[in-house]
T-cell receptor
Framework: GIQVEQSPPDLILQEGANSTLRCNFS?????LQWFHQNPWGQLINLFY???GTKQNGRLSATTVATERYSLLYISSSQTTDSGVYFC????????????FGKGTKLTVNP | DTEVTQTPKHLVMGMTNKKSLKCEQH?????MYWYKQKAKKPPELMFV???????INESVPSRFSPECPNSSLLNLHLHALQPEDSALYLC????????????FGDGTRLSIL
């Protein structure tokens, strides 16, 4: 099955810093989503981005489908950005199964 | 995502109890999913319903029994669970078919005594 690798596994930032999270995947995809799971367990949709670039406030994401990677940019980080960021993909022509990476745990200190 | 509603938010049950988790969406989505998430791990798919029919069962033990009464509702019936079944159970929905995004509920945190 498809492999999804996220890096780095852990990231500690000071408030106000910028960061880039990476997601590599091993096969062609027709769905790629970035999620933020907050400390209360809520899994929040950040982006649906199988290709191209999107921006939402301080967050933006880019997926280069031909090179099988996606990047999530967080600018001017805030303590509320802390949590785990997951990348999840679904393969083209595959089943409805969404495969998650292991996540990047982000801690933003005041 | 708050468009998918899960109840209860927390559930504590004994190994001999029978309980059900409920999930509801009113976005007109035709596919619904159950995921299980253990601490410090990513969510793992359990079941997929497409157009109210079970389309994927990821070799889940029979003590978990899914049910899709209609296109808006998804239940997960629990019976004779083990302590290792304690986890966060997440429901999701999507328009189904191909690369449509999945929208998740807030989950039910289940503890088995």
């Amino acid at each position: 099955g498809i492999q999804v690798e996220q890096s780095p596994p852990d990231l500690i930032l000071q408030e106000g810093a910028n960061s880039t999270l990476r997601c590599n995947f091993s096969d062609s995809v027709n769905n790629l989503q970035w999620f933020h799971q907050n400390p209360w367990g809520q899994l929040i949709n950040l982006f649906y981005i199988p290709s191209g670039t999107k921006q939402n406030g301080r967050l933006s994401a880019t997926t280069v489908a031909t090179e099988r990677y996606s990047l999530l940019y967080i600018s001017s980080s805030q303590t509320t950005d802390s949590g785990v960021y997951f990348c999840a993909v679904k393969t083209q022509g595959g089943s409805e199964k969404l495969v998650f990476g292991k996540g990047t745990k982000l801690t933003v200190n005041p | 995502d708050t468009e998918v509603t899960q109840t209860p938010k927390h559930l504590v049950m004994g190994m001999t109890n029978k309980k059900s988790l409920k999930c509801e969406q009113h976005m007109g989505h035709r596919a619904m999913y159950w995921y299980k998430q253990k601490a410090k791990k990513p969510p793992e798919l359990m079941f997929v319903y497409s157009y109210e029919k079970l389309s994927i069962n990821e070799s889940v033990p029979s003590r978990f029994s899914p049910e899709c009464p209609n296109s808006s509702l998804l239940n997960l019936h629990l019976h004779a669970l083990q302590p290792e079944d304690s986890a966060l159970y997440l429901c999701a929905s999507s328009q189904g078919g191909g690369g449509q995004p999945q929208h998740f509920g807030d989950g039910t945190r289940l503890s088995i005594l």
